[in-house]
């Protein structure tokens, strides 16, 4: 199976465990894995036969601006839905949403959780 990588989708939201992270917001990004047969698009050069990566970039960038989860599982869960409901021909995606700088004291580094799902596990 063939796939699309999109790498870096930045948004600013309001999702965390924490009040403050409620209130102050902070940085997210989001890198996707989207797997679909990409033989069509490959020799007819036409964007209705593959995905339109701006639309996904504006999904999730809406999705983690709009969003007011608790845990950053709840928003790759949600990211992972939306994109499979988008387009019919992917038929797996891959989530992973990056928490570059949690509220932890003495922690630089960042947090990230990846999600799998796949059509047939959403009855698609």
């Not at 063939?2 to 989001?30: A, H, M, S």
């Not at 790759?76 to 509220?103: C, D, F, R, W």
Request: aromatic share 8%; with cysteine; hydrophobic share 40%.
């Amino acid at each position: 199976m063939d796939c699309i990588n999109l790498t870096g989708i930045r948004g600013y939201g309001y999702i965390g465990y924490l009040p403050e992270e409620k209130i102050l917001g902070q940085w997210f990004e989001v890198d996707l894995k989207l797997w679909m047969d990409l033989s069509q698009p490959a020799v007819t050069d036409k964007i209705h036969h593959t995905v339109d990566y701006r639309s996904v970039v504006d999904l999730v960038q809406n999705l983690v601006k709009t969003s007011s989860f608790d845990l950053l599982e709840r928003l790759a869960g949600a990211i992972a839905h939306e994109i499979l409901e988008y387009n019919n021909m992917i038929s797996q995606v891959q989530v992973t949403v990056i928490k570059p700088t949690a509220p932890i004291p003495d922690f630089s580094g960042r947090i990230s959780v990846q999600i799998t799902k796949c059509k047939e596990e959403k009855g698609l």
